[in-house]
């Protein structure tokens, strides 16, 4: 059954500690993203990798780090760099454009991650 | 920065009326996708629209990319309570990157 796993779905923390998020696909694709979502928001985005061993800032990069060591999994860090870090994370991924083709991305089901 | 704003933020209807979202970007973009989030759920894609002026169907709802390719309405036709959810329209501004640039999402609720 091929897809897209977050884990944990729910994820306590203290403010201070840094804590990682883990995206896991089967579905054999070279681009991976993560996402934040806050209530009532948009996506927006923080990571991506278009292959493995490389990956680029999104938007709101700052205060979380990512590796891209093997192909199936991109884990982000939320470190205690990150101000506001309390927020659904999604993490997602797709085939890379290729010949001016462009794929849709599949998202996983999410962690929310509240920091007190 | 680039920016893909969406109207209305919010939309209450009642069933079997109809609804329209629409997508306006601040630069031109290669292609547009859509997806819908349900309450609680995770983003699940709709649709791809590639070509200026390009209309797309898919039973009740309507795809529309604009001519200057920064533009793009979802408009559904006699709304149902499974339409309940977020709409996004996402657009990519180049056609060598992956990334994508999601738009605010225009949260429907539908009555019964």
């Known amino acids: 059954d091929g897809g897209i796993t977050q884990s944990p779905k729910y994820l306590f923390r203290k403010e201070g500690q840094n804590v990682t998020l883990s995206c896991e696909q089967n579905l054999n694709h070279d681009a991976m993203y993560w996402y934040r979502q806050d209530p009532g928001q948009g996506l927006r985005l923080i990571y991506y990798?278009?292959?493995?061993?490389?990956?680029q800032k999104g938007d709101i990069a700052e205060g979380y780090s990512v590796s891209r060591e093997k192909k199936e999994s991109f884990p982000l860090t939320v470190t205690s760099a990150q101000k506001n870090p309390t927020a659904f994370y999604l993490c997602a991924s797709s085939r890379t454009v290729s010949g001016g083709d462009s794929y849709e991305q599949y998202f996983g089901p999410g962690t929310r991650l509240t920091v007190t | 920065g680039q920016q893909v704003m969406q109207i209305p933020q919010y939309q209450h209807v009642q069933e079997g009326e109809d609804f329209t979202t629409y997508c306006n970007s601040s630069?031109?973009?290669?292609?547009i996708q859509w997806y819908k989030q349900r309450p609680g759920g995770h983003p699940v894609f709709l649709i791809q629209l590639v070509k200026s002026g390009e209309v797309k169907k898919q039973k009740r709802l309507t795809f529309q990319f604009g001519e200057a390719k920064k533009n793009s309405s979802l408009h559904i036709t006699a709304t149902q309570t499974t339409d309940v959810g977020t709409y996004f329209c996402?657009?990519?501004?180049?056609?060598?990157?992956?990334?994508?640039?999601f738009g605010t999402g225009t949260r429907l609720q539908v009555f019964p």
């Open positions: 990798s278009q292959i493995v061993n490389d990956f």
């Open positions: 630069t031109t973009l290669s292609n």
């Open positions: 996402a657009g990519r501004v180049s056609y060598n990157t992956d990334k994508l640039i």
